[in-house]
């Protein structure tokens, strides 16, 4: 416990700078040996830790490289149904210390953590995200190192203004209070593949808080993960605090979900699956000891407007860029793509196909690789399926269309042209480098909001980009889609939300909006108390209501 005798103020938060790992630069060195360095080493041994020890139960699985499926990253030791009780009770009764905790501690051990990532720790937990998950360089700096800064970093200085939130008003001769407890009984997180930020992200908001954590990595993201835990130990979270659990997803899950002191689910993933966990508390709500909160942010199906209007050029290397940076594994990345007929007749089409013609695709530690691999065989399976029933359906296949698992899970970038703008892939949740152009006459820009609107389950996920110059087009959309994204961006990219600057998320089937990377979702890992001091007695009982 260090100095607790004044009102502290946390430093000035900035967004972590980016570095651009341009050829020459000694940071692209720096990278490079570092992949080298990991290429070497593994597979690498990922126990459970469970209050701050490694735990070998032996069940083992694997973490494949997804560019090369003959070799693993790691070799991971999944939590049977006795760890997971440990994982809990240690989580448990680790609560008292770490709630009590003075704030400005807490605050430090996070802010430390932030500049483990951006310095100590940035090459090697980059190096485990491209190896590991299949990014390239520049989506891995953006991931794991830029927005896992900006977690922590911004996480702090949010809870700072959390706590500052107090009762506007006092009575004469008393004192109003409000005290942002963290919530009774443990969180459980459970973390996606596709950002190694979320996975520090989900455990880390409420851990920030007071809150202790069951955190269940996503097995594809094992060990990037296990490395983002050592930098929070070393940064002095205490044993107990966040246990690590990778297992069997449904068990582990199941097993948290099931236990009474079970407060809430922190879920980052597709809508399946956390429709599936909603439903299980659902089912489980007589046995628990508080309402539990549910947060998830799931599936998306996000989409770019080009306007008669737009700039051409922009719009094409923004759309590029969104639909397959990071081979669109992203929950923001573009999937369908409606563009004036005036627009894809005057250049669109051929600039959009040229551009595409020029992505390399390959294994990420080749910098020039602009694609990496999908993120393994079930999900490589999924988007060839997906892109047969585009063709089944009549949808035209522009470029790309093929894809070859042989050493990596590696699917060329795809365009796909339909005539109807409710086909299949303009509805569902691929997850791929696939992008579905739907080309609507340039007189029925209204009429296709509307279709946009009603056309998929997840119309509000992520994010919807205008690429429109007329500022009366962009109201016009703004007003017509506004409850469908939960992030729009006018003459951008529907990808790259920061933390700090475009809170994130979305409704409807997208997630219950909570906004990473906002003060809002800080509320709903506390459970609040209001306290009432009063410092004068009372001389009667009575009121002077009561008097004759
Ligand atoms: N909205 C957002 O902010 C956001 C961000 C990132 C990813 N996503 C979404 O995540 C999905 C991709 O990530 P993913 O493939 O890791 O998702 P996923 O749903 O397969 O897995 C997410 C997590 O749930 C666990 N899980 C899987 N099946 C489970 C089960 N039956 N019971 C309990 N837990 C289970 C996984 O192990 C993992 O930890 C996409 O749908 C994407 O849109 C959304
Ligand atoms: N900040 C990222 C989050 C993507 C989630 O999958 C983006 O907005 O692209």
């Known amino acids: 416990m260090t100095a607790q005798l004044a009102a502290f103020k946390v430093p000035d938060t900035e967004n972590e700078p980016l570095i651009a790992y341009a050829p020459g630069s000694p940071e692209r060195a720096a990278l490079r040996a570092a992949l080298a360095q990991m290429e070497q080493e593994l597979p690498f041994e990922v126990p459970v830790i469970i209050n701050g020890e490694p735990v070998k139960t032996g069940k083992l699985a ?56 951006s310095k100590k720790y940035r090459y090697k937990l980059m190096a485990a995200t491209i190896l590991g998950q299949g990014k390239n360089a520049w989506q891995a700096e953006i991931d794991a190192a830029a927005e896992l800064a900006d977690f922590f970093r911004f996480g702090v200085k949010y809870v700072e203004e959390l706590y500052a939130q107090q009762p506007p008003r006092n009575s004469r001769g008393g004192w109003n209070r409000v005290e942002y407890r963290p919530l009774e009984g443990f969180v459980l997180a459970v973390s996606p593949f596709n950002f190694t930020a979320i996975g520090g992200n989900l455990p880390g908001t409420p851990a920030l808080l007071g809150n ?16 983002i835990h050592q930098i929070l130990t070393e940064a002095g979270v205490p044993p107990g605090v966040i246990q690590f659990v990778p297992g069997p997803p449904p068990e582990v899950v199941a097993q948290a979900i099931a236990h009474r002191e079970f407060a809430a689910l922190h879920f980052t993933g597709s809508t399946f699956v956390f429709r599936k966990l909603w439903k299980d508390i659902a089912t489980n709500i007589d046995n628990y000891k508080n309402y539990p909160r549910i947060v998830g942010e799931t599936g998306g199906k996000n ?132 992008v579905t152009v739907y080309v609507y006459d340039d007189a029925d820009f209204d009429k296709t909001l509307d279709v946009i609107n009603r056309t998929s ?92």
């Open 303 to 434: 989409f770019h407007v080009i306007h008669k209007s737009a700039e051409i050029r922009n719009a094409v290397l923004q759309s590029v860029r969104s639909a397959f940076e990071y081979q669109g594994q992203k929950c923001s990345a573009l999937s369908r793509l409606y563009v004036s007929a005036s627009a894809w007749n005057s250049g669109f089409k051929d600039q959009f196909l040229v551009e595409t013609a020029k992505i390399k695709v390959g294994p990420p530690q080749d910098f020039a690789n602009f694609m990496g691999p999908v993120i393994g065989k079930p999900a490589f399976d999924k988007i060839i399926g997906y892109i047969q029933k585009a063709k089944d359906a009549g949808g035209e296949i522009l470029i790309g269309g093929s894809a070859d698992d042989s050493k990596g899970y590696f699917v060329q970038p795809t365009i796909i042209l339909t005539k109807d703008p409710e086909s299949v892939t303009m509805r569902e949740e691929i997850f791929g480098p696939v």
């Open 62 to 117: 694997k973490q494949l490289i997804p560019s090369d499926h003959a070799r693993h990253i790691c070799t991971y030791h999944e939590a049977d149904e006795a760890t997971v009780a440990r994982a809990i009770d240690g989580a448990l009764a680790a609560k008292a210390g770490w709630e009590a905790m003075p704030w400005g501690d807490r605050a430090a051990i996070f802010l430390k953590a932030a500049d483990l990532v």
């Open 457 to 548: 389950e997840y119309a509000s996920h992520r994010c919807h980009v205008s690429l429109l110059l007329s500022v009366q087009a962009l109201i016009q959309a703004t007003n017509k889609l506004r409850h469908a994204a939960g992030n729009v961006y006018y003459n951008e990219k529907c990808t790259g939300a920061v933390v700090g600057q475009q809170p994130f998320g979305g409704g409807r089937a997208s997630g219950t909006n909570d906004k990473a990377g906002s003060i809002a979702i800080f509320y709903r890992f506390v459970s609040a108390r209001s306290i009432k001091e009063n410092f004068v007695g009372l001389e009667e009982f009575g009121y002077p209501s009561n008097l004759s």
């Open 212 to 227: 202790v954590v069951l955190w269940k990595p996503s097995p594809a993201a094992t060990y990037s993960n296990y490395i």
